[in-house]
T-cell receptor, first 109, second 114 residues
Framework: GQNIDQPTEMTATEGAIVQINCTYQ??????LFWYQQHAGEAPTFLSY??LDGLEEKGRFSSFLSRSKGYSYLLLKELQMKDSASYLC??????????WGAGTKLIIKP | DTAVSQTPKYLVTQMGNDKSIKCEQN?????MYWYKQDSKKFLKIMFS???????INETVPNRFSPKSPDKAHLNLHINSLELGDSAVYFC?????????????FGPGTRLTVL
């Protein structure tokens, strides 16, 4: 079956770095997406990886290892506004997104 | 300008009623989606439409029916509402269905069935 696993919740300190891991199993693979979702709001796109390696975009970076079925989202210089859920989603061979349940990130001062 | 909009934002109704949720996108996208996000926060695809054709129809009850009058609109009609239908429903759109086609989400409709 198709499955996405990510931690339910993580806590980090303002100004620090946090890494949110995601493992996936899909029928075929057409890329890995990360979305941010603040409480009560819609998910918003953060990043897309289809090739192995690290993609950097400002304070956020995303990594993919296709052979391991693994990705992580790295957030640097954490700010209070980064408190949100981070959703990992893998696109299968039918171009359908398979979503994880999200990782709730709590930032403490 | 709102890219993907949904109405209503909140919907409280009794079991057995029929209700509709509307979605509109002004991005010129060809594909629109409906997702259900339950209390466990999983986003589950329900339907997607591409150029007015239904292209994904997951195993959702036939009480749910998508209606697309044009490619900018994808409405969700729900018959005979049940308690388990309580969830947040998100509409989304993308340019196409390709690998780089980011999905843009509407603000969500929180449905509560009493």
């Amino acid at each position: 079956g198709q499955n996405i696993d990510q931690p339910t919740e993580m806590t980090a300190t303002e100004g620090a770095i946090v890494q949110i891991n995601c493992t996936y199993q899909t029928s075929g693979f057409n890329g890995l997406f990360w979305y941010q979702q603040h409480a009560g709001e819609a998910p918003t796109f953060l990043s897309y990886n289809v090739l192995d390696g690290l993609e950097e975009k400002g304070r956020f970076s995303s990594f993919l290892s296709r052979s391991k079925g693994y990705s992580y989202l790295l957030l640097k210089e954490l700010q209070m506004k980064d408190s949100a859920s981070y959703l990992c989603a893998a696109m299968d061979s039918n171009y359908q997104l398979i979503w994880g349940a999200g990782t709730k990130l709590i930032i403490k001062p | 300008d709102t890219a993907v909009s949904q109405t209503p934002k909140y919907l409280v109704t009794q079991m057995g009623n029929d209700k509709s949720i509307k979605c509109e996108q002004n991005l010129g996208h060809d594909t629109m989606y409906w997702y259900k996000q339950d209390s466990k926060k999983f986003l589950k695809i329900m339907f997607s439409y591409n150029n007015k054709e239904l292209i994904i129809n997951e195993t959702v009850p036939n009480r749910f029916s998508p209606k697309s009058p044009d490619k900018a609109h994808l409405n969700l009609h729900i018959n005979s509402l049940e308690l388990g239908d309580s969830a947040v429903y998100f509409c989304a759109s993308s340019h196409g269905q390709g690998v780089t086609d980011t999905q843009y989400f509407g603000p969500g409709t929180r449905l509560t069935v009493l």
